[in-house]
């Protein structure tokens, strides 16, 4: 059965962004292409050859995370009605993820217990990225 994967759009800044979630997420970018470097490069005007056409990252745990930026003769709107849910094992590393992508960004919900979790928070990130952080699930 097919697992969904996010796919992230952004506005020229998506290798930046990237980096910023593998070291965030202590996770590994497997990709990293632009458009000038795609077999579409010569479909593409030249002044988006330097946006990601297609990124990966690999998570820890196997999840996977891509991203591409939106071509520049598109209007761009940003993310709009999502969160981006991390599940982890442990407080600790929740709380680690959670002040990584935090750095920059905003915080809409520290850190706290509730009912589902031993910790949550919510956050959008410097890239405008909204990401739900839950440590130690709860059995429900």
């Known amino acids: 059965m097919p697992h969904p994967t996010a796919y992230l759009s952004f506005n020229g800044n998506c ?12 996770a590994r970018l497997e990709i990293l292409m632009t458009m000038g ?5 010569a479909h593409c005007p ?17 999840g996977v995370l891509m991203a ?4 520049g003769s598109m209007p761009y709107e940003g993310i709009k009605g999502v969160s981006f849910a991390l599940n982890y094992d442990t407080v600790a590393e929740a709380e680690r993820a959670f002040g990584a992508l935090a750095a920059g960004g905003s915080v809409t ?8 979790a031993k910790s949550w928070g919510m956050l959008v990130d410097r890239f405008g990225t909204p990401w739900i952080v839950n440590g130690e699930l709860l059995p429900m």
């Open 68 to 71: 591409g930026d939106c071509p």
């Open 109 to 116: 919900m520290p850190m706290q217990p509730a009912f589902w």
């Open 15 to 26: 290798a930046e962004a990237m980096r910023f979630y593998e070291a965030a997420l202590e």
């Open 46 to 62: 030249p002044a988006d050859h330097d946006r990601i056409l297609h990124a990966r990252l690999i998570l820890p745990g196997g």
């Open 37 to 41: 470097a795609s077999p579409m490069a």
